[in-house]
């Protein structure tokens, strides 16, 4: 099995690249963008199949780990779960995964209300609380009511996903009253 990949991108395809490592390239599936020509050195999770071989590639061992755990999840793959990390950000999975939102999970291409719900329910105690300063059912209310709130106003949810986690965070028991005037502001402010 191969553990770590240390070589130079050849090539960009959709969802892959070709590192050469000496004379060899290997083809490694990754949700991260690895700038051609670039020497890169990616931990590798080795998939076999009946019909195939696959190496996933990650820049960090933590970006392993969850993929290992989501793939984990029944009904959760490697295509499904590379869609979820070269979609949502390592922090944000996990606090939507600490907090019962589904809808940002569902933001994932191959990842519906149900699958998402699946993912909450068999992680949760798993990641729950992880890196999180706010607890899960005070932050959860405040937060799902604020990305509600955005989205109704118009905002996509990934755009202001983040943002609103660190609302929420930096503002422990703000009603959403209070969070919705902050995070206009917040995004004013960046345009």
Known sequence: MIGKLQGVVDYTGDGFV???????????????????????????????????????????????????ILTAVSGVGPKVAMGILGTIKTDTLMSAIATGDAKTIATAPGVGKKVAEKIIVELKTRVGGASFDFGADMAGGALSDLLAALEALGYRRMDVVEMAQKLVADNPGADVARLVPMALKNISGKK
């Open 18 to 68: 070709i590192i050469m490592a000496g004379p060899v390239g290997y083809k490694v599936y990754t949700p991260e963008y690895l700038t051609p020509k670039s020497t890169v050195s990616l931990w590798i999770e080795t998939v076999v199949r009946e019909d195939s071989i696959r190496l996933f590639g990650f820049t960090t061992i933590a970006a392993q780990n969850l993929f290992n």
